[in-house]
């Protein structure tokens, strides 16, 4: 189909559909004359997939374009994991964090038995994010940290479970998607468990 | 101690600590004459928050304000769920969902048990992941969902359990920081658990 009747059914103006094409993030259509091409099913979806890193997902064009380029890497034995790395890195975020904290996070998730995890991205994240915890002052025993991890870790084997296995192009897809769609419904769940405990715990009337 | 003094033990730039005072994020200090202020102990655990909601919690100098206006209003009966309206609103994101997607959430939320939702600003965020994953046409069956939401409000669980009862200040302080700096760490957890469980599944050597 031409660029206008693609943009009718993605309901996205030609020119931000000219735009993806130029930043990369979508395939040129197939030039059937000198100055049109034509597009199909793959591209609608691909819209798709950009509108939900861009929009839902939040991520800058320069972040969406690397996550679309792991997508689009010819699957390779291990692909599971090195996706992972690939799509960790190219979502963020990238956060500093100090030897002390690092060295922590090495210990903790050594103690919870997560393998081999020195090059993951995420290594750096947790020690920030430990840091900041500290530097706030907010109480977090241990036996808390546990606690979260291993309920974390549960959350993971589903994860892992549901990657499609039949074919390999899928698989990258739902790794690379997963991780940055399903974050945000994560965080929204535990958001609306809290307040659906805290109403049982307090009552209706604070929220009005 | 004076304002130099205060940047110093707080590692930061004195301009910042101006910025975060005409900002209104910092409380003046005590004025010792009518050119200097004294900043006490106070002051410095302030500016560590300010520091870790901006930073490791990516909040703007708007939607800090906010949180910290809630950590400084006067507790009242029921605060915990008071508090969560306001912590999830100003934290936000604050994201549209359509209507088919709302009742959708909403079903998922009955079924899951979570009572009075319905002025969760977390409902949308849930609708609107499930709208960005649906357009992504990543698959995921009401069976997997039910896996996650159990995992989530088990992490609830946590969360309401470790909320000090000693000092309301305390609470609302613990409930606030605790949604903003939390979810970086429980996404660190999941990302790593997927890492070592991938590791094992498929060996080290696709992350070289």
Redesign the interface.
Same mark, same amino acid.
């Given at each position: 189909v031409r660029i206008s009747e693609l943009a009718r059914r993605t309901d996205l103006p030609v020119g931000t559909i000219k735009y993806y094409l130029r930043e990369g993030l979508l395939p040129p259509g197939t030039l059937t004359s000198t100055t049109q091409a034509s597009y199909d099913a793959e591209h609608v979806?691909r819209l798709?997939?950009i509108?939900?890193?861009i929009?839902?997902?939040?991520l800058s064009i320069a972040r969406a374009r690397a996550v679309l380029a792991a997508i689009d890497s010819p699957p390779?034995?291990?692909?599971?994991?090195?996706?992972?790395?690939t799509a960790?890195a190219a979502i963020g975020?990238e956060?500093p964090a100090g030897e002390e904290a690092l060295a922590r996070a090495r210990a903790l998730?050594a103690r /919870? +038995?997560?393998?081999?995890?020195e090059?993951? &991205?995420?290594?750096s994240?947790?020690a920030?994010?430990?840091?900041?915890?500290e530097?706030?002052?907010?109480?977090?025993?241990d036996a808390?940290l546990d606690?979260?991890?291993a309920?974390?870790?549960?959350?993971?084997?589903?994860?892992?479970a549901?990657v499609?296995t039949g074919s390999p192009a899928e698989a990258v897809?739902?790794v690379v998607?997963?991780?940055v769609?399903?974050?945000?419904?994560?965080?929204?769940?535990?958001?609306?468990?809290? /307040? +659906?405990?805290?109403?049982?715990?307090?009552? &209706?009337?604070?929220?009005s």
């Open positions: 979806r798709g997939l509108r939900v890193l929009g839902v997902g939040g390779r034995p291990g692909i599971p994991h090195d996706l992972l790395g960790h975020p956060v998730v /919870w +038995g997560w393998a081999d995890v090059k993951a &991205p995420a290594l994240q947790l920030a994010a430990l840091e900041g915890i530097a706030a002052d907010v109480p977090l025993s808390t606690r979260y991890a309920l974390m870790a549960r959350v993971a084997e589903v994860d892992l549901s499609p897809r739902f998607a997963g991780t769609l399903f974050e945000p419904m994560l965080l929204a769940m535990r958001r609306l468990a809290q /307040w +659906g405990a805290s109403v049982e715990r307090f009552g &209706p009337g604070g929220a």
